[in-house]
């Protein structure tokens, strides 16, 4: 596997979407931030192999938003892609407070309603959830919300298990350990281990960190994998009438001794600098770099796992706060170049080195995009 720079999008593929570039749902995902904290979300851990399916929606006026599996985390109105002849189960919570059902039509166009095949109570409790466990046929279309059928509707696709495979990823160091990473699949993401994810659980017994693709038909995929600390890897994958295993190995990187370490405090809704005395309690003060130069920030997370309710925030909570350097531009246009890892309690501190690169516009936490500083590279 080849070494590749190319970095990914801050905004929610980005972590958990991590961060990954969604273009096109950035608004509807900013919108859902407003309802996150009254929810609890359910979250399936792991998608079912080779069986039926389990998804999870959030359902709000402006459209359904997709919560798990990953290949639809943080899109709006996610197509739906069902085994057929398998029980699939539809995993939905009530974001707004307005009145919602779900259901599975024949029909094809909002003015085309055509046979209503399966349907869900009417709810109107925020944080509300139902579930509809059904089997897919050959009639099934589209799912909507009767309520708002023109604003909460997505498309259903069956897929030929006979025609579709799935995809292993092995990541370990370059010692052969286990590494827990974020693994993309062209628009598909997915973690190396299942203690990664925002709920963690115990790892299993035989020490693997692997990342799993379902649903895959027969073609080229780009594979990238990434941590804190690791170098990002990128390769071609061939998926070509049966299932494959691959194994991605990632370098440590080593940026040498910092020229500069600048050390913050991240609080609610912004970064507060502590050193050096040119950044001493600026506000998302701006960090002055010079290209190719080693650098180090250490930072404080001094909110714990609290996630302030944000403009900019995803909907779904994150394991803690971090710090991100990225790209400038619009929040769904940023590359990554480095990612920490979370912190979850309050005092707690970390120090990201790296090298900069012209390239480098703003670093932020991922939890709350709101809080945001520039990077000027000379």
Wanted: with cysteine; glycine share 10%.
């Amino acid at each position: 596997m080849t070494n590749d720079q190319r970095s990914r999008d801050v905004s929610r593929r980005g972590v958990l979407k991590g961060t990954a570039a969604l273009t096109g749902t950035a608004a509807a995902a900013s919108t859902a931030g407003a309802y996150r904290d009254a929810i609890d979300f359910p979250l399936p851990a792991v998608q079912n192999d080779d069986e039926g399916r389990t998804f999870s929606l959030l359902g709000i006026v402006g459209g359904w938003m997709g919560i798990s599996p990953h290949e639809i985390d943080a899109v709006s109105n996610p197509p739906l892609r069902l085994i057929e002849g398998e029980q699939h189960q539809v995993i939905w919570t009530n974001g707004d407070g307005a009145t919602h059902n779900f259901n599975i039509t024949s029909g094809s166009a909002v003015g085309d309603q055509g046979e209503i095949l399966e349907s869900t109570q009417t709810v109107t409790e925020q944080g509300e959830t139902v579930s509809l466990e059904f089997t897919p046929t050959e009639e099934m279309s589209e799912y909507f919300c009767a309520p708002h059928p023109a604003q909460m509707r997505g498309p259903i696709e069956l897929i030929d298990p006979d025609e579709s495979h799935e995809l292993v990823v092995h990541v370990e160091t370059e010692a052969g350990d286990p590494l827990g990473a974020e693994v993309t699949l062209d628009d598909r993401h997915s973690f190396s281990n299942i203690a990664a994810r925002p709920d963690p659980a115990e790892q299993a017994e035989d020490q693997q960190a692997l990342a799993r693709f379902d649903l895959l038909e027969n073609g080229e995929y780009e594979l990238q994998a990434w941590t804190y600390g690791y170098e990002q890897v990128s390769d071609t994958v061939t998926i070509d009438g049966a299932n494959q295993e691959a194994t991605v190995t990632l370098p440590p990187i080593e940026p040498g001794e910092p020229t500069t370490t600048f050390s913050m405090r991240l609080e609610d809704g912004q970064w507060v600098g502590v050193s050096p005395d040119s950044i001493a309690d600026q506000t998302n003060p701006t960090l002055e770099l010079e290209a190719g130069q080693p650098y180090a920030i250490e930072w404080e997370n001094a909110i714990g796992r609290d996630q302030p309710a944000g403009e900019n925030r995803h909907y779904q909570p994150l394991p803690g706060h971090n710090l991100v350097i990225a790209s400038g531009g619009d929040t769904n246009e940023r590359n990554t170049y480095v990612r920490s890892d979370f912190l979850n309690q309050a005092g707690g501190s970390q120090t990201v080195e790296f090298v900069a690169s012209e390239e480098m516009g703003v670093y932020l936490d991922q939890a709350q995009l709101d809080a945001i500083g520039e990077i000027d590279v000379q």
